[in-house]
């Protein structure tokens, strides 16, 4: 029961923002977003042979709050740096060791990473360490355990 409403959500999805996009609720529109939605569905299968397997989907909304608060406490810290220019930025590389191995999880993890101003994530390497830019690196192990702890653990109970 679970396989079929998993793989019932992106055509359902995609049905929906056809009608959405074409602002009609024809039986003509309704009949070709249905054809599209099927044939974009299983098109899709095709190229994702991994699937994802997330089992508490319960954590996510305290995680999304927190990515959410973290954005907007990064934003202020990075416009705080840009508008004091005789501020004492040090910007820097770092490599975080990673104990997670989904790859969902681990792609997860780089947009949050990516969506939070002042960081971007340069690559993960094949000993699974992450590679992240920093704008203003003062303390390296507070990144490492805001990242390991803050992310990567919740990130871990869901995928893993």
């Not at 490599?95 to 191995?101: A, E, K, T, W, Y």
């Not at 990516?114 to 993960?124: F, K, L, R, S």
Request: charged fraction near 20%; hydrophobic fraction near 50%; proline fraction near 6%.
């Amino acid at each position: 029961m679970r396989d079929i409403i998993g793989k019932s959500l992106l055509p359902l999805g995609i049905f929906l923002l056809w009608l959405v996009l074409n602002e009609s609720l024809s039986w003509g529109q309704a009949a070709l977003g249905a054809a599209l939605a099927l044939w974009l569905g299983w098109a899709s299968t095709r190229l994702r042979p991994l699937q994802a397997r997330p089992r508490r989907f319960y954590l996510l909304p305290g995680l999304f709050c927190r990515v959410l608060l973290d954005i907007i406490r990064s934003n202020w810290a990075v416009t705080q740096l840009i508008w004091r220019p005789h501020s004492n930025m040090s910007p820097g590389f770092m490599r975080i060791p990673l104990s997670m191995r989904d790859p969902h999880g681990l792609a997860m993890l780089v947009c949050i990473l990516t969506y939070t101003p002042g960081t971007v994530v340069v690559e993960i390497s094949d000993d699974n360490e992450l590679t992240l830019h920093v704008l203003d690196l003062q303390n390296e192990e507070e990144w490492v355990a805001l990242v390991k702890g803050r992310y990567e653990r919740t990130l871990m109970e869901v995928f893993e």
